[in-house]
């Protein structure tokens, strides 16, 4: 009964940008830690960055990533954000989001995933 639904990705040329949204819905009582995967073609799904219910943010260790990627999140709206600046071909995969949900004050934290979002970069 919870739903994570990613929006926002697309075709965009090298040096573009763009900002990808997840929106957490169904049976929450509240939300941990939310982050953002990616798995490029032929790839394994990899972490790109998470954030904390206080907005504690943690990179994956790559100076390119922590340079042009951006995670927030709006707890009222329980959505987290990737903001992703000067965007090169070697970003193109498909994002996933997921987050720690607990669906009531009994139940214990579970990990779901979205369905992803395809980011394409090419000119």
């Keep these: 009964q919870v739903q994570l639904v ?3 990705g697309g075709l965009v040329q ?18 941990n830690t939310m982050g953002w995967y990616r ?28 340079v042009r990627f951006t995670i927030s999140r709006v707890n009222a ?7 992703i600046n000067s965007l090169k071909p070697e970003d193109t995969a498909v994002y996933y989001c997921n987050a720690e949900i607990r669906s009531n004050r009994w ?4 990990t ?6 395809q980011v394409t970069v090419s000119s």
């Excluded at 709206?77 to 903001?83: E, F, I």
């Design 112 to 117: 779901y995933w979205g369905q992803g979002t």
């Design 6 to 8: 990613e929006s926002g």
């Design 107 to 110: 139940s214990n934290f579970r």
């Design 39 to 66: 798995q490029a073609p032929g790839k394994e799904r990899e972490l790109v960055a998470t954030i904390s219910s206080i907005g504690t943010t943690n990179y994956v260790d790559s100076d390119s990533v922590k």
């Design 14 to 31: 090298p040096g573009g940008s763009l900002r990808l949204s997840c929106a957490a819905s169904g049976s929450i009582y509240s939300i």
């Design 77 to 83: 709206k329980n959505t987290v954000y990737l903001q």
